[in-house]
């Protein structure tokens, strides 16, 4: 998520005289960002383009890293935010920023339908949008081509089902190797099981936020989370990611794993470590319709920015189609970039945007506000699940808990 702030800032030497009153001084404009490493240079590198066609403007980039959600929390709380910044979690931040509609109305120039329309549903809160796409990822079934062959399994395709995905793992697992099917996360991010819950039929609350029993503890989101359990304890699958367990991307590297599901994240380590690595969308559950399930960052502006038209001509920036491109840690956003690049020509990536034509559901942090508090009990209902505890009576207890934290 990225919050963008522009600041006046007085020239060397001058007494009192700022901004455009003195040719040597440059507008800063502050942008926030939790990148580090190779990803971190990207952005100062978009930054420094932006510079080239705004001469008189210094883009200061601010790496918060692991602190980000910190940082940027002080940063509003003092009335002194970057002015542009990575954003995320609208949900708990939308009232600090800046909503972009009426930027984005009054300019010809941006073309809104040249975006993935999914996308929106993560950077909008009651219809207002907070954040211009930046990056994203969908989940997908990573497989290794290598295990399919040798157990002479077909490589999965769209249209498959889970009743397909087990039978698969079945084959794929051979206990006295310690080779598995799939991995389970032990301790699974709840976000991160919303596709599968969603693709059941089920949700984690109402579409308008306000009610989670009969949703939470329906008998679609028990069963789609039972169903992992059972996985693990039919033998086909391993509990990955847990403590003193490996992750499930390195047991993928390790050649001990048939499937795996993740985001673009673990794709070149993949490659790296020389596994012949396939991707495929999501299994269904029968004739239900999958639904796909976003992780996206986008841009957004601070309301107590100072200069937010600078920081608006920023986003937008950032945004396009050459600041998109040079974007190599994430997916395309915009259809023009994802057509020149032919990127979906590539087996390897297709997977990913039949998933986010798919994806057409809210998240369920954007639907309610105290949903960290609600989460909490949930996440420990779905930790105890997939370590073998009963499904329905444990989202049974995660709903009378939680009650008290749904507003109506």
């Known amino acids: 998520m990225l919050t963008f702030v522009v600041l006046f800032v007085t020239a060397c030497g001058s007494k009192g005289v700022t901004g455009e009153n003195n040719k040597n001084d440059k507008k800063v404009l502050r942008f926030a960002t939790w990148d580090s490493g190779e990803t971190l240079k990207i952005q100062q590198n978009i930054a420094k383009e932006f510079e080239k066609a705004n001469p008189n403007v210094k883009v200061q980039v601010e790496a918060y890293g692991d602190g980000f959600d910190q940082k940027l929390a002080a940063s509003f709380g003092a009335k002194n935010p970057p002015d542009v910044m ?6 708990t931040y939308h009232q600090s920023l800046e909503p972009l509609g009426p930027f984005i109305k009054k300019d010809k120039d941006i073309n809104m339908d040249d975006f993935y329309p999914g996308l929106f549903n993560y950077s909008s809160v009651n219809g207002e949008v907070y954040g211009m796409p930046a990056g994203f990822t969908t989940m997908v079934v990573y497989y290794n081509k290598k295990l399919f062959d040798q157990y002479k399994i077909p490589y999965p395709t769209s249209g498959w089902t889970w009743d397909d995905f087990k039978t698969i793992a079945k084959k794929l697992t051979d206990k006295k190797k310690k080779q598995y099917g799939f991995g389970v996360s032990s301790e699974p991010d709840t976000y991160d099981l919303q596709g599968l819950i969603w693709s059941n039929g089920g949700s984690y609350v109402s579409d308008d936020g306000k009610e989670i029993n009969g949703y939470m503890n329906s008998p679609e989101t028990i069963d789609a989370l039972q169903m992992y359990s059972n996985m693990v304890k039919d033998g086909i699958a391993v509990l990955v990611g847990g403590k003193n367990q490996q992750s499930g991307s390195d047991i993928f590297k390790s050649g001990k794993l048939g499937m795996y599901i993740s985001g673009i994240w673990p794709l070149d380590g993949f490659k790296n470590a020389g596994i012949d690595v396939g991707t495929a969308v999501i299994p269904g559950f029968g004739s239900k319709p999958i639904k796909g399930l976003i992780a996206s960052s986008a841009v957004s502006i601070a309301k107590d920015s100072k200069q937010k038209d600078l920081a608006w001509k920023f986003v937008k920036f950032y945004s396009s189609e050459k600041a998109i ?3 190599k840690a994430d997916l395309p956003v915009r259809k ?13 990536y297709k997977p990913f945007y039949t998933m986010l034509e798919n994806s057409s559901n809210t998240p369920a942090f954007l639907l309610n506000s105290n949903w960290n508090e609600i989460n909490r009990n949930l996440s420990a209902a779905i930790n105890a699940i997939m370590l073998g505890d009963d499904a329905k009576k444990l989202l049974n207890q995660a709903v009378k808990d939680s009650e008290k934290y749904v507003k109506k």
């Open 336 to 348: 023009s970039v994802v057509e020149e690049t032919k990127i979906t020509e590539d087996e390897l």
């Open 325 to 327: 491109k040079m974007r």
């Open 86 to 91: 990575y954003m995320w979690d609208f949900s």
